[in-house]
Nanobody, 121 residues
Framework: QVQVVESGGGLLQPGGSLRLSCEAS????????IGWFSRAPGKGREAVAC????????TYAASVKGRFTISKDNAKKSVSLQMNSLKPEDTAVYYC??????????????WGQGTQVTVSS
């Protein structure tokens, strides 16, 4: 069973930065892509960013492209999401999982607790 732990969320003003961290087993990081997903109040889960198993490919949602950067550190067994120029609409609980799209996660039950990001003035 894949286990992930998200951390790094917080409350900050628009324009601020945060770095989220997703800890997972080395096996998972070596063999699976890792995606970050957001779930805003009243909305469904959305894909935010993804990094391939070999770290050579990354994808981003249009809404975060140019502001967010996903990266992997196998030594630390973690995948980070650097979030810059945060906007109120980025407010959500952020989760990571071993796939890149919501569709690929159909039936997935090992979601972590997530980490809350709140952007407000």
């Amino acid at each position: 069973q894949v286990q992930v732990v998200e951390s790094g969320g917080g409350l900050l003003q628009p324009g601020g930065s945060l770095r989220l961290s997703c800890e997972a087993s080395v096996f998972t990081l070596d063999s699976s892509p890792i995606g970050w997903f957001s779930r805003a109040p009243g909305k469904g889960r959305e894909a935010v960013a993804c990094i391939g198993a070999s770290s050579t490919s990354t994808t981003y949602a249009a809404s975060v492209k140019g502001r967010f950067t996903i990266s992997k550190d196998n030594a630390k067994k973690s995948v980070s999401l650097q979030m810059n120029s945060l906007k109120p609409e980025d407010t959500a609980v952020y989760y990571c999982a071993p796939f890149c799209t919501v569709l690929a996660g159909t039936g997935y039950t090992s979601w972590g607790q997530g980490t809350q990001v709140t952007v407000s003035s």
